[in-house]
C-alpha cells in the first residue's frame, strides 16, 4: 500500500470518545486533500461548541480557502488592484505579516460569470520541509513565499507571461456557455516540486523546482486547464501519481522520475461552461467525478497503470462540493447532503437545507461539517451513526451576504469559515 494510502486508511479510524488531536490543515482540502480531518468536531452529545464567533476579519475579494499551520492562518483576497497574501493569527485574527503584488481583478482572459467571482480563487499550498507558502492568482502569477522570515518574497513567475496561455477553448456546442475564470486549481507540493495545472501546449500539468521555480518536467497530456480545485495525489500499483480535472475531463499523470508527467489514464469528462468544479475524490486507486450541467452526474472510476474503468455511475450530481469517502461510503453536498456506498453506488440517503453552492469535512469523531449557501453551517451524522436517514445535529444560518465559495476548514480546535468577499469568520469548536 502507498504512503497515500496508508494515510488516508489512517485518517478513515474513528478517533475514541475524549480523544484530542491537533490536526493542521496546510493543504487544498485538508492534511491529506481529502476532506478528513482527525479534529473532533466539538459536539458534546447534546450541543455544538460552534456557538459564537472568536474573530471576524475581512481580507478582500477571492474564492481561496484558507490553510493553518500551527499558530498561524494562511490565506490571500484582492483588492486596490492588488492580490494580497495574509499570515493571521489563529487565536486573534490579527495579522503577523502581509504581502502584495499587482493584480487585476480577473485574469486576462476572463469572460463570463463576473457577478459571481472575482479576485484571487486558487488556494495556497503549504510546504513543511522549508516552510515554503505558495500562490496562484488568477491572472497567473505563481509565488513562493517564505513563511519563516515574514513572507519575504523567494521567486515568482506568470504562467500567461512564460507560456502564453490562450484563453480557454468553448467546452461544449452550448450556446452562451464559452467561460474562462483564470487560474482557480490549487498548487501541488510533492518532494521537491511544485506541481501546477499550467494548462498549456506544452503540457497540462509543469512540475517546477520547489525552492527555485526552475521547470523540471511537463506533462504528456497538452489540453487546457479545468475549473476545478486543484490537483489530487493518488497510488496507482504502487506508483505515485496525480490526477486532476482538465477542460477535457479526467487526467491521472506518473510522478515516479524518469517516468514524470507520462499519462497513466484520461477518461473523458466535458462539462458545459467548463464548469468542472469538484475535485477529483481519491480513495484508493479509484477516483470520483461528479460535474452538474450537462453532466449531471457522479461516477467512480477504477485506476491501473493501464488506463481507468467506469465501477459505476449515479444520476446525481454536486455542483461545487467535492465528493469525501470514509468508511465505506461518499458523501457531497449539492441541493442536499447526499450518502452513497461506495461500493456499490446506490444512494444511502439525502437531505439538509444546502444548495449548489458547499463544501464539508469529515472529523475525527465521524461527523460532517458542511458549509453552504450564502453561510449556512451544519453538523451532521455520517452513516455509520445514522445509516439510513440525514440526521442533522446543529444548524447555523446565513452569516453572510455572498455564496461561500471557499472550502470549510477544521484545524487545531478551530473552525474557519469564509465567503467570496473575503471575509473570514472563526470559531472554537473546544476550549
Not at 88 to 104: C, I, N, R, S
Not at 280 to 293: E, F, I, K, M
Not at 376 to 398: C, G, I, K, V
Request: hydrophobic share 35%; proline share 6%; with cysteine.
Amino acid at each position: 500500500m502507498g504512503g497515500w494510502a496508508r494515510a488516508g486508511l489512517a485518517l478513515a479510524l474513528i478517533v475514541p470518545a475524549g480523544a484530542t488531536l491537533a490536526a493542521d490543515w496546510p493543504h487544498w482540502r485538508g492534511p491529506q486533500r481529502a476532506g478528513l480531518t482527525t479534529e473532533l468536531s466539538g459536539w458534546s452529545g447534546t450541543a455544538w461548541a460552534v456557538r459564537q464567533p472568536a474573530w471576524n476579519v475581512s481580507l478582500g475579494q477571492g474564492s481561496t480557502s484558507p490553510l493553518v499551520v500551527g499558530d498561524r492562518v494562511y490565506t490571500a483576497g484582492w483588492g486596490g488592484e492588488k492580490d494580497h497574501v495574509y499570515c493571521l493569527d489563529t487565536a486573534t485574527g490579527k495579522t503577523v505579516w502581509e504581502q502584495a503584488y499587482p493584480a487585476p481583478r480577473f485574469g486576462r482572459h476572463a469572460m463570463g460569470d463576473q457577478n459571481f467571482y472575482s479576485g484571487i480563487s486558487a488556494s495556497p499550498e503549504y510546504d513543511p520541509a522549508t516552510g515554503y507558502l505558495y500562490t496562484l492568482g488568477a491572472d497567473g502569477a505563481l509565488h513562493c513565499w517564505n513563511t519563516k522570515e515574514g513572507g519575504k518574497p523567494v521567486w515568482n513567475l506568470n504562467l500567461y507571461d512564460q507560456y502564453g496561455v490562450p484563453r480557454r477553448p468553448q467546452a461544449t456546442r452550448r450556446g452562451g456557455s464559452h467561460r474562462d475564470y483564470g487560474y482557480t486549481s490549487a498548487p501541488l507540493v510533492h518532494q521537491d516540486w511544485l506541481i501546477v495545472e499550467v494548462g498549456d501546449d506544452e503540457g497540462a500539468l509543469m512540475a517546477f523546482d520547489k525552492r527555485t521555480g526552475e521547470r523540471r518536467w511537463a506533462s504528456e497530456s497538452k489540453v487546457p486547464a479545468g475549473h476545478s480545485g486543484g490537483p489530487v495525489p493518488v497510488t496507482v500499483e504502487g506508483v505515485p501519481c496525480v490526477a486532476v480535472y482538465t477542460l477535457q475531463g479526467l487526467l491521472v499523470t506518473r510522478l515516479d522520475p524518469p517516468n514524470a508527467g507520462k499519462t497513466v489514464a484520461e477518461y473523458e469528462w466535458i462539462t458545459d461552461f467548463a464548469n468542472n468544479i469538484p475535485t477529483p475524490a481519491v480513495h484508493g486507486s479509484s477516483v470520483l467525478l461528479t460535474s452538474n450541467y450537462n453532466q449531471r452526474k457522479i461516477a467512480r472510476l477504477d485506476v491501473t497503470l493501464s488506463g481507468a474503468k467506469k465501477a459505476w455511475e449515479q444520476p446525481l450530481s454536486s455542483g461545487v462540493c467535492s465528493p469525501v469517502v470514509y468508511k465505506g461510503h461518499v458523501y457531497f453536498a449539492s441541493r442536499g447532503l447526499k450518502c452513497f456506498d461506495f461500493n456499490s453506488g446506490e444512494l444511502k440517503w439525502e437531505g439538509g437545507r444546502f444548495g449548489d453552492v458547499a463544501s464539508l469535512v469529515v472529523t475525527g469523531d465521524g461527523r460532517l461539517v458542511v458549509w453552504a449557501n450564502e453561510g449556512d453551517l451544519a453538523l451532521a451524522e455520517t452513516a455509520e451513526r445514522s445509516p439510513n436517514q440525514y440526521t442533522e445535529l446543529a444548524f447555523l444560518p446565513r452569516m453572510f451576504a455572498t455564496e461561500v465559495w471557499p472550502h470549510v476548514v477544521l484545524a487545531n480546535g478551530r473552525l474557519y469559515c469564509k465567503d467570496r468577499a473575503g471575509n473570514l469568520r472563526c470559531f472554537a469548536t473546544r476550549p
